[in-house]
């Protein structure tokens, strides 16, 4: 299943550092003050979670993988958190909530899989409150020419040979390598939201730019 490989796949290419960038996203989410927020392609809730740490805040994590939620379910028991996050099958780009129905929207390694990234990305706008934020850490791919080319060729052979080592799909390891690389990172991505209706959108390198946390909001 993909989404068991990306994660695995984020692993590889953050050198692990996707947990201090979560802790980045809750960081940022504390100093919102969120009632009510959603955490889109929630996986195992590892996002969902830290939200859920922020004082009289309900959290919503959704994911199109009920194997993926169960196992968040059962993070979620262990930490009793019941009472301040669940979890619900959901697809990121017809979401089953109201409009302006959220304070905060946090997206982490999801978006490069939206089917449609702009109609996906409409939905979090569209269910977001006036004022509300949306957070996304997503890969990217650096600006730098010489770090580019080093990140090219570290993709190119280092997570090829950790594929065949630890996974039996290569086919979704390749699937996921190209999303990363083709996914349109920085200020296109910047641009992509501003289409939609986000507006003052901050964009947080991170790793020489092999990933990105952008934080934006619904005028």
């Not at 109201?98 to 490069?112: A, S």
């Not at 990217?140 to 039996?168: C, D, G, Q, W």
Request: net charge positive; with cysteine; hydrophobic share 40%.
């Amino acid at each position: 299943m993909i989404k068991f490989e990306d994660d695995f796949l984020n692993w590889i290419i953050t050198f692990n550092n996707h947990k201090r960038w979560k802790n980045n996203i809750l960081s940022i989410a504390k100093k919102l003050n969120p009632t009510k927020a959603l955490d889109i392609a929630t996986g195992t809730a590892d996002i969902a979670i830290k939200l859920g740490s922020i004082p009289n805040c309900q959290v919503v994590g959704v994911d199109i993988s009920e194997q993926m939620l169960n196992i968040g379910r059962k993070k979620i028991k262990k930490k009793n958190l019941q009472k301040s996050v669940s979890l619900q099958n959901g697809d990121a780009e017809n979401l089953n909530y109201n409009d302006n129905f959220f304070d905060l929207i946090t997206i982490g390694f999801g978006v490069r899989n939206f089917q449609d990234l702009e109609k996906g990305l409409g939905e979090s706008f569209r269910v977001l409150k006036p004022n509300g934020a949306l957070i996304v850490l997503e890969t990217s791919v650096p600006e730098n020419k010489i770090i580019r080319l080093l990140y090219s060729f570290f993709t190119r052979t280092y997570i090829p040979l950790m594929a065949s080592i630890f996974s039996k799909d290569k086919y979704a390891y390749n699937y996921l390598l190209n999303s990363a690389e083709l996914f349109p990172s920085g200020k296109k991505f910047s641009n992509i939201l501003k289409s939609v209706g986000f507006a003052d959108v901050l964009i947080k390198p991170k790793l020489f730019g092999s990933s990105t946390i952008y934080v934006c909001k619904k005028k």
